[in-house]
């Protein structure tokens, strides 16, 4: 009988009555693991998440990060790993420091190419425009109850890049971490729907066949580009001093992105350290940053109103990106003569390099020869220095 | 309109401003860039040659002869990252 | 004249003839390099913990590692690297918080394939008798005055599974890690000589001789799995599923496994996670799992009687584990028509994969068509789910 | 006998209680999932194209050319785990 | 009106005006990286500290090392984060606490190949005369006012080797770490104009036309080694034997870097950690060094009078290195029948294998036949194990 | 002349000394260990193959194919370092 008594305390089915929302928690987590392996959304991030929501909800399993305390934050590693396992020490250190999403974005440097940016860098500054979905959503988030640091957090979701949702998200409102990387990362996969449906609801067949070849031959002034290779290793660094001068708060990941991408384009010389930053680097940090994300989803933090309004405020702050992007392009076309296809505004919130493939598809749907990717990932790419710089002003004002 | 709301509206202002000044200013600067560039170190003077105190790398014209081989073999489909030298 | 007193106070030779034993310590590192080098025995494990013993005892370097005690539990890390070194830096920060272990099952079970498994389900069965030696030698251990916690850890040597016996030891006996690790690896090497061994003591030829294949025939049952793709992704998260509920304190190390696997079993959309898993992370967590359990190992702490009862008690897990397999079997062809080899109950143990090609040697021996690798492989796999679940229980009750 | 040689005794019986517990359950569950699969799910739906938004992916059909290429060339003894588009 | 207040408070302006000389740190930054990229001296090194530069001084990016005082070295890594930022967190775990250095050592020791060392192994006393500069310039710069700990640190320059130069700064100068970094790689990086210059001044012609495979052919006395295999598992344990019993502080670096290449010498059954060891960590270590290095970098550490001399100091330690081990050359052919090339002495300092090349063209230059790369070899390695050693000397003495 | 003065001097002697006395002893017993190995261990007796529970490794005789079959088509001037079974 004794034996029985021991049995069952060891399970955790006591647990498991005491809160049935938990229950709820694990399908949630299926239901990510679902979306990244069958629907294909995101596996990267998706799977990992999934599975640390799963892994956090294993009640019993000491797999769940607790909600920080100041006695937390005075610990050592060693008492946080003792009192409260090892997702929590995955957590604490790597997450809660804020170390994993600038190494995140030194990866994401080692496997970005400015060349397209560079080579129609005017386009790039429709790049500008299409952050507006991030304080547009801050400004309703207050309205409707959010704290201004939760309210930018939930905005920055419309930056569609989630090492920046993450870091920002970290430094303001780390309670939100869980809903706000899912958003995030849950809407950047579907940039696909996304984008052709404020697409339909903004723009003119006639303006979609904008094509930007042709404009480019009826008003030739790009300049060529001589020495590639030069060019490639002075940009960053001259994107870098400007981000520095004037937002110096997003240079922890406007930086490592810089650094990332400097050593790629430096060539065979450091390309030692490009394949690290681009490999073992940036996968380790995806699976821990995935795992200890979806960690922090146990039911008491996930459970509430404030996770639904994240995930519709996080849809509005995207399609107000895409809508800024596209209205900047409008604006432009009213006074150039030399006009841009609206779709080049819509890649603008970055989600690189979704955003730009499904432009073109949708511009080949309307004109089969107007390829216009190129031209795209100028605005695209641009995206990402965008919500950066954005994430640096939300943190510099509000931390 | 209470505190928070006027806030979020500097933010909205502050945020915007930056974000086009800073957009404007990598496209205007980066012009500029590319045209002194384009005078002033038109061809590549990078050199590819590492001089770096590597042990035991592998000679860099060999390494240019391998990575075109593979080149030619898959068409310019995959790319030699690593190569290691065998004893 | 002073030049050379300070030249001798430098070197080692003053400690050296204070404490002789380390000249034995060195001795035994010196040996497990031998193991590991010459004789081809886990060479991935005993070398780095053979080096390490090496480090630990290189007196003055501060690369052994320090019993733990209440004021370095309280240290920040950069307290402990001031204090005692690089060596202890790694242990506390990596071994002591149970990191390493956890971190290692997820690299094998990116390697682990459970196909073999799957297709022989109903044989996995057999990978719960061979835990018998845990629980048996963990009795005995307690009979001759080992305290429970310890007891536990040295009965978990019979679970043939490295970061097993390692993650328990951590949690409930730190200070026998060394011994514990060594035994476990060093009999997880030796299972070449110990299954056999135990073999012959336990079965007759005739049973030797049953053929798996042609019982298959005689007997046909198995259900063809006619989607292996979906079987292997979601027989993972099945058992992840049942451990979670009844024994949560296996979580850490199964559902790290299970994450795994499920990474690499997705394919091309995670094979960036997996290559992560299996290559850079498992290599590296191996690397300084090896060094820091081997610089546990000062004189100190490692000669004394119970070393010895270690050494002892380990090698009665395994041969009782094994015995316990092959009962089981025994058992069960007494009552079923369809035979079954009590090999495979053998190799129920795990020590994935050796004990399955042993198993499959000898019984070629004996029947020179009777290749039963593939079922093994079986109750091979399981065994590591069944001592991960065994050492849940443990850590459940004891700590 | 002692305290601790009746604690031993019930985690004897609780320890192998569970794993044989556990692993029947696998084999019980692990059947059924088996006949599920088969019923419901016969062929392989997972899409083996990777949507993410991995920045500078290769495409996936060059990917499959190039992985069966070195397949057949090397007779399966070997994969391909990466490749890295060449500029 | 406000808006443009609080813009201009969130940008570097002001503080750009308030300390003019970080404009002179972000040149500097510029000048490394154009030394690594355009004239492509020790880029692995100099790309990452160069970048570090510019990150600790882009003002309010809260990139730059703050100097250690009695409270950071109490904080948890938690804390360090929150109050000083990521750059802060990785070099109070990774370089204050030393942990860097000698992991960079096992990655150097994987990529080490003993075996000219072996095959000329009278010549590896050559690495021990060129230590020279290490010690005499410890003398001058006490001359000069640095303190016994600040002028060990400066001296160790003359070791050209960055981990050992890192080290041995972290264990007794850390606020001296920027700016001997930056020297010790540099002048490695110089070491083709450097050899030459001391070559010339000290050496006549005559000399550096001694043709090492006609003495050899002249003189043969050398052992062929029968088994390369064993020896190079073998050679190593024993010099680890030899620095563990007489200069124990050096085993952290020594021994990793046996370790190493103890991995790399077993073979295949060793090759994951092989492969770790040389990539995976290597590389990683690698980019944190670097940045971290760089970091520490900040205007107020960096532009002061210690700063000269420390650059002024490095240069003399290298010309003393590479001047003493010519002296001992020249000794020697005083004594024996057998002569030695001089430039056999010059590679005794280390910076492997460019300090090798160097020579041989040298000696190339005087005689076109006279191939001495593969004895330059010898005393080249040896001078790394040189160098460690008195590492270890100094911070057995001074820590 | 001061305190740290002869502590350098010190150290110059100490440390010199040391890195003379620990090279010498490298090249002594160095010579010794060839004696030793040339007269014991002629031939190489260490097993190239892994005995190692390495969980899906490759059979090493279908490695050494395939890294000498890398060594002809390079010329010696790759080497393969690891290879992955394919399903
Ligand atoms: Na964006
Ligand atoms: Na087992
Ligand atoms: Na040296």
Known sequence: MEILRNLFEMTAFG?????PETVLMLLIGGFLLYLGIVKG??????VPIGFGVILANSLGGEMGVVPENDEIMHMSLLEIAKNHGIMNLLYYSLIKTGLLPPIIFMGVGALTDFGPMLRNLKLAFFGAAAQIGIFSVLLGAIAVGFTLKEAASLGIIGGADGPTAIYTTIKLAPHLLGPIAIAAYSYMALVPVIIPFVVRLTTSKKELKINMKEQDKLYPSKKPIKNMKVMKILFPLMMG???AVLVPSAVPLVGMLLFGNLVKEIGSS????HKAASGGILNTATIFLGLTVGGTMTASAFLNTQTIMIIVGGFIAFCFSVAGGIYAVKVHNIFAKKKINPLIGATGLSAV?????????VALKHDPSNHLLQYAMASNISGVIGSAVA????????? | MNEGFSTALMLLAVGMITVFTILALIVIVGNILISLVNKFIPETKIRAVVKAATLGAIDPRKMAAIVSAVDIVTEGKAKVTSITKAE
Chains 1, 3, 5 share one sequence.
């Open chain 1, 241 to 243: 001093g400007i981000v």
């Open chain 1, 41 to 46: 959304y995101e596996p990267l991030l998706l």
């Open chain 1, 15 to 19: 647990s498991l009555f005491q809160s």
């Open chain 1, 353 to 361: 390099p979704m955003a730009s493939r499904v432009a073109n598809e």
């Open chain 1, 270 to 273: 450091t390309e030692r350290l």
């Open chain 1, 391 to 399: 994430a640096g002003v939300l943190i510099s004002f509000l931390s």
